[in-house]
């Protein structure tokens, strides 16, 4: 049973482009939606999150907008470089409640390619 | 300062041997999670202790799996009679407290490989 659906599943942008990345929840009690960055070999680290109060957070190049009506939340990153190569994971609590586990999305693999 | 520490980084095993995994979080933090990582999947939950409270074992796979968390702080999970479907990065994260807004911060893990 899915419960964070994510989207694309890999993604190839050029250098200085826009990675764009989807994320659809349901568990509609939820007040906070991270987006975590893993590289190969090492654990996954906290990239951004965004409050369901606000509609978009603007961290440098990451942005992360929120849609509340739609369910979904997306990754923008702007001006893409090399060094953004890695997978890219939203979580979300469970349907089932509780704060205390999170949910991933299976990953979106991006690429950017000089 | 020091971040989660997970040892071995590295496990290869036999089918069928038993196998320990340790967890050292970040000093302070009171809530601990085990994640298991399947080769080019995404993180699939499987225990969290919240201080002195009873764990959520909710996402144990199976009775072969276990996990203790002593004094609160340094974890370990263990596998029993493991099996070749058990291969897989077992990654470790805690956090300040159980809270929703508190991020979780991930060790690097542990890839297991069982023969």
């Known amino acids: 049973q899915q419960q964070v659906k994510q989207s694309p599943q890999s993604l190839i942008v050029q250098k200085g482009g826009i990675s764009i990345i989807n994320c659809a929840y349901e568990?509609?009690?939820?007040?906070?939606f991270p987006w975590y960055q893993q590289f190969p070999g090492k654990g996954p680290a906290l990239l951004i999150a965004?409050?369901?109060?606000?509609s978009e957070k603007k961290e440098g190049r990451f942005t992360i907008s929120f849609n509340k009506s739609a369910k979904q939340f997306s990754l923008h990153i702007m001006d893409s470089q090399p060094g953004d190569s890695a997978t890219y994971f939203c979580?979300?609590?469970?349907?089932?409640?509780?704060?205390?586990?999170?949910?991933f999305g299976a990953g979106t693999r991006l690429a950017v390619h000089p | 300062g020091a971040g989660v520490s997970q040892s071995p980084s590295n496990k290869v095993t036999e089918k069928g041997k038993d196998v320990e995994l340790r967890c050292d979080p970040i000093?302070?933090?009171?809530?601990l999670y085990w994640y298991r990582q399947s080769l080019g999947q995404g993180l699939e939950f499987l225990i969290y202790?919240?201080?002195?409270?009873?764990?959520?074992k909710s996402g144990l796979p199976s009775d072969r799996f276990s996990a203790e968390r002593t004094g609160g702080s340094v974890s370990t999970l263990t596998i029993q009679r493991t099996q070749q479907e058990d291969s897989a990065v077992y990654l470790c994260?805690?956090?300040?407290?159980?809270?929703?807004?508190?991020?979780?911060?991930f060790g690097d893990g542990t890839r297991l490989s069982i023969l």
């Open positions: 979580a979300s609590p469970p349907l089932s409640g509780g704060y205390n586990k999170l949910i």
């Open positions: 568990n509609t009690a939820f007040d906070y």
């Open positions: 965004i409050r369901p109060d606000v």
């Open positions: 994260a805690s956090s300040l407290q159980s809270d929703s807004n508190q991020p979780q911060h």
């Open positions: 000093s302070g933090h009171t809530a």
């Open positions: 202790f919240q201080g002195n409270s009873a764990p959520d």
